[in-house]
T-cell receptor
Framework: EAQVTQNPRYLITVTGKKLTVTCSQN?????MSWYRQDPGLGLRQIYY???????DKGDVPEGYKVSRKEKRNFPLILESPSPNQTSLYFC??????????????FGPGTRLLVL | GQNIDQPTEMTATEGAIVQINCTYQ??????LFWYQQHAGEAPTFLSY????GLEEKGRFSSFLSRSKGYSYLLLKELQMKDSASYLC????????????FGSGTRLLVRP
C-alpha cells in the first residue's frame, strides 16, 4: 500500500531534550516536505527536499533541522525543543514538484507537546 | 510578504451548492491548490489550477483568476461527509517546491 508513515504519532517531551520525528515513504517520491499546523495559522512549511542530499528552508525553519540521506526517509530533528514548537506536524511527499500537478501525499501527523 | 485569505467558517445545507473563496497576494505564483482536511486527519489533495479558468472534477470544481489573485472551490450536491476544512495553497518559485497555505475554511454541512 502506498503511504507516508510518521513516528511517533504522539510525543510529550521537555524543553531542551533533543528529539527526532521520522518520516518514510514507499512510493519512490523525489519530493518530501515537513509542515506544522497550528490553530488559526494553517499549515506552514518548515523544510522541503527535492531529492537525496538536497534540502531547503520553507517558511518557518528556525529551530528545526532535516536530512535526506536516503530517498525514502526525511527525518525532522528538533535539537533543543521549546514550548512554541508544540504543534501538529505533517510530512508529505510527491513524485515531483507540486507544480507538475503531482498529488502530494500527507502522513498521518505527529502531535508534539513540549513542556 | 505572502498573504492568503479565506473565510474562517461557512455553513451550508445538505444537497446545496457552496463556494469557498480564496484571495492571495504572493511574490511569485506557480499554481494554486485546494486540499480537504477532516478533523484529526491529514490533508488530501482536491485540485490544482495554474491557468485561468475552471477545472471540474465530479462534484468539486476550482476556478482561478491570476490577474485578480482569486480562486474559489465549488462543491455541489453537498453531503454530510463534506464537512471538513478546506485549505487553499499557493505554489511559489520556479518549481513550486515552496507552498504557502491559507488558514483554512471550516465547512459545516447541516441536514
Amino acid at each position: 500500500e502506498a503511504q507516508v508513515t510518521q513516528n511517533p504519532r504522539y510525543l510529550i517531551t521537555v524543553t531542551g531534550k533533543k528529539l527526532t520525528v521520522t518520516c518514510s515513504q514507499n512510493m519512490n517520491h523525489e519530493y518530501m516536505s515537513w509542515y506544522r499546523q497550528d490553530p488559526g495559522l494553517g499549515l506552514r512549511q518548515i523544510y522541503y527536499s527535492m531529492n537525496v542530499e538536497v534540502t531547503d528552508k520553507g517558511d518557518v525553519p528556525e529551530g528545526y533541522k532535516v536530512s535526506r540521506k536516503e530517498k525514502r526517509n526525511f527525518p525532522l530533528i528538533l535539537e533543543s525543543p521549546s514550548p512554541n514548537q508544540t504543534s501538529l506536524y505533517f510530512c508529505a511527499s510527491s513524485l515531483g514538484s507540486a507544480s507538475r500537478r503531482e498529488t502530494q501525499y500527507f502522513g498521518p501527523g505527529t502531535r508534539l507537546l513540549v513542556l | 510578504g505572502q498573504n492568503i485569505d479565506q473565510p474562517t467558517e461557512m455553513t451550508a445545507t445538505e444537497g446545496a451548492i457552496v463556494q469557498i473563496n480564496c484571495t492571495y497576494q504572493t511574490s511569485g505564483f506557480n499554481g494554486l491548490f485546494w486540499y480537504q482536511q477532516h478533523a484529526g486527519e491529514a490533508p488530501t489533495f482536491l485540485s490544482y489550477n495554474v491557468l485561468d479558468g475552471l477545472e471540474e472534477k465530479g462534484r468539486f470544481s476550482s476556478f482561478l483568476s491570476r490577474s485578480k489573485g482569486y480562486s474559489y472551490l465549488l462543491l455541489k450536491e453537498l453531503q454530510m461527509k463534506d464537512s471538513a476544512s478546506y485549505l487553499c495553497a499557493v505554489g511559489l518559485g520556479d518549481s513550486s517546491y515552496k507552498l504557502i497555505f491559507g488558514s483554512g475554511t471550516r465547512l459545516l454541512v447541516r441536514p
